[in-house]
């Protein structure tokens, strides 16, 4: 993860990060490519998965995002309706959390790291039936990747969707009881060294060992290279193979290469 980046002051004009500027012209073009593309949407061709995901969000629920905050932050994923359809259907923007759920059917889940809570909205969305365990150490959206973010709530995604099997935890990960029966866990938190070292331990000690279980992360890359080589030498020491699904890795009970993921039948 690279650095923090927090606005700073010169004379009375707060100058802000260029990264952020460049972020609201995606966000905007974005917006108008997906707002075009939806006019000719119909709902065929969807891989199973995407058909499901969809129809757990009901476009009459949708919350969608005032304007300024979606253009000022990396929120414009789920900024509309028709931006969360596109980034789903053209973007296989949340095929991971979407086909590890519905691949392994949690009844608890823990999220190491929430920020605005679009994994953690899915995750509620998508697991139904199951309590969605998200920890945090912030109370408010941390600056991260260079990007500075406004000042809400953290998990605010999900609590404006006013979902209602979430469980949000403001305390740093190593302090939240993880009581040994954890049927998916997704390590997004700390991504330096002891932190993510802990993270990834704990996850392990605490899986549901009597049922079916799996634990990924993101930003599995040699560019976080505390992430990525205790990843490695996790799951040498532990002996399961780690596999992928686009941008997160996993390990679980099941081995299930990427292609038969992206095709599940029978959702
Ligand atoms: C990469 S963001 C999480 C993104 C989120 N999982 C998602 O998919 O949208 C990382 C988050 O981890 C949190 N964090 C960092 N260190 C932590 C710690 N020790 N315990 C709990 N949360 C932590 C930060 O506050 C930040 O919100």
Redesign the pocket.
Known sequence: ?AGQCRPFKKGNIMVINRSVLGEHTISDSEQRQADKWMEHFDGSELMDWQRYVLSCFPKEEFYELPEDIYRLSAMHKYSTYNKFVWDTVVRNGCIASATLSLAFKPKVVV?????????TLLLCKINKNARIHA????SIL?D?ANVMYPRLP?CYVPLMHNVKNLSLHIM??YMFDMFGKVDLC?V???HFNS?VEWDTWRAWANRNKEGDWCIAW?DYHPNNPDVYNIVNDFVKEVGYPLQKIVSWVWIGNKEISENDLINLKGI
Do not use: L, P
């Open positions: 993860m999220e190491f790291g929430v920020h605005g809570g679009f994994t920890v945090d150490n912030s941390a991260y953290t740093d990960s997704f997004d938190g700390d932190g993101d």
